[in-house]
């Protein structure tokens, strides 16, 4: 199993990215793909009959359902956005690369049911792998990363402090029409009407020295049947293992081209390009049912 690299939701401001370096991928070439069978989005597949002719095989962390940004933690690590548009860029291209000798499939670890529903969302024309247990990766020896927390987490920005000198609105009742009649007066806080209506007053808070305030805490039972005072602790998040972004042409069930880094908008042009120079080509299977 290999692991390059590790990654919080919330690292420290500034903290180095560690990458994937080329010298970690370079055993790759020339490697037999797995006698594996894995569940896709068009049905199980057979790896090394799928590779048994000229296959793209890209490897990307998970399916990006676009809209939205996901958190500033998810994109510090290197190329781990991009799902999407290499995604549809394959698609678009799809006829292109097959009249070029090579199909094309996706392998992720998310679940099944994420990738068909990223699939019919999007159109998608080629089937994706679901390899939740990282059985390639085992097989060979293909670089992951770790990630706590959820990639699409929001973190809302801190509300801007208001100018206490500025007026405040302030509803009072409402209209015979139902409508709220709003009144515009100045800003006051809690503590300064406390203030204010404690100041001449015998015995008020503000002529006393310290004000106690006794908190009773409530007892729990834990298992061992002891009591002790109840507190609540929020456990850190679970780290989720995800694939590196990585892209390769495979052929004669072996790999022959491996494309790293992998861009999610370039990797179709370039390996289309490569497929173009001549060199032997193993034909498609007769009854190949994605041709």
Request: proline content about 12%; aromatic content about 8%.
């Amino acid at each position: 199993m290999v692991r390059m690299s590790t990654h919080e939701s919330t690292p420290p401001s500034g903290a180095p990215v560690p990458e994937v370096e080329a010298a970690d991928i370079e055993h790759l070439t020339g490697m037999a793909i797995p006698a594996l069978t894995l569940e896709s989005t068009g049905g199980p597949l057979d790896l090394q009959f799928w590779t048994s002719s000229r296959s793209v095989i890209f490897f990307f962390p998970r399916p990006e359902h676009g809209g939205h940004t996901p958190s500033l933690a998810w994109q510090q690590i290197p190329n781990s956005v991009g799902s999407l548009p290499q995604a549809k860029t394959f698609s678009d291209r799809l006829q292109e690369l097959i009249y070029l000798g090579a199909r094309v499939c996706g392998v992720s670890s998310a679940p099944l049911a994420d990738l068909e529903a990223f699939v019919k969302r999007h159109g998608i024309l080629y089937p994706i792998i679901s390899d939740p247990e990282f059985k390639l990766r085992d097989a060979l020896k293909l670089p992951t990363f770790e990630f706590a927390g959820d990639p699409d987490a929001f973190v809302p920005e801190p509300e801007p402090e208001r100018d206490p000198t500025a007026p405040a609105v302030i509803i009072t009742e409402i209209g015979p029409d139902g409508r709220p009649i709003q009144i515009i007066g100045p800003t006051t806080t809690a503590d300064d009407e406390l203030e204010e209506e404690s100041t001449d007053e015998p015995g008020s808070i503000a002529e006393t020295d310290t004000l106690e305030i006794d908190i009773e805490e409530t007892p729990v039972e834990d298992e061992t049947g002891d009591d002790e005072t109840a507190t609540e602790e929020l456990a850190p998040p679970e780290p989720v293992e995800y694939y590196h972004r990585l892209t390769f042409v495979a052929g004669a069930g072996k790999v022959e081209k491996v494309f790293f880094p992998s861009y999610p908008m370039r990797d179709a042009h370039e390996i289309a390009q490569w497929l173009q120079i001549p060199r032997e080509i193993t034909p498609f299977v007769a009854d190949d049912p994605w041709v």
